[in-house]
């Protein structure tokens, strides 16, 4: 099992940046395939991006694509969602969650493991 933290949200004027972090706890963090989910309220949770164990892939919902880029630190066991030119519709509770795996890197069911989300909100 591993335990996740987010940090790095909070309110920013649109255009702005801001970078999450999701520090895990345990030994097994660079085996897990990580990814960023985001919940607005009213609406179901989105796939933002994943990353493999390795760091050596990468994956991007639409929405965000050319504008956010995840990264990962295997021996800080964190992983990162650098944000840029946000938007107020990308205002969401952001959430990081770890799997075993590969595929199906935006299926929320595929992930074993979740963070208690952090809060990102892009004023207009």
């Known amino acids: 099992q591993v335990q996740l933290v987010e940090s790095g949200g909070g309110l920013v004027q649109a255009g702005g940046s801001l970078r999450l972090s999701c520090t895990a706890s345990?030994?097994?963090?660079?085996?897990?395939?990580m990814g960023w989910f985001r919940q607005a309220p009213g609406k179901e949770r989105e796939f933002v991006a994943a990353?493999?164990?390795?760091?050596?892939?990468?994956y991007y919902g639409d929405s965000v694509k050319g504008r956010f880029t995840i990264s990962r630190d295997n021996a800080k066991n964190t992983v990162f969602l650098q944000m840029n030119s946000l938007k107020p519709e990308d205002t969401a509770v952001y959430y990081c969650?770890?799997?075993w795996g590969s595929g199906g890197y935006s299926y929320s069911g595929n992930y074993h493991n979740w963070g208690q989300g952090t809060q990102v909100t892009v004023s207009s």
């Open positions: 969650a770890a799997r």
């Open positions: 345990g030994r097994t963090f660079s085996s897990y395939a």
């Open positions: 990353i493999s164990w390795s760091g050596g892939s990468t």
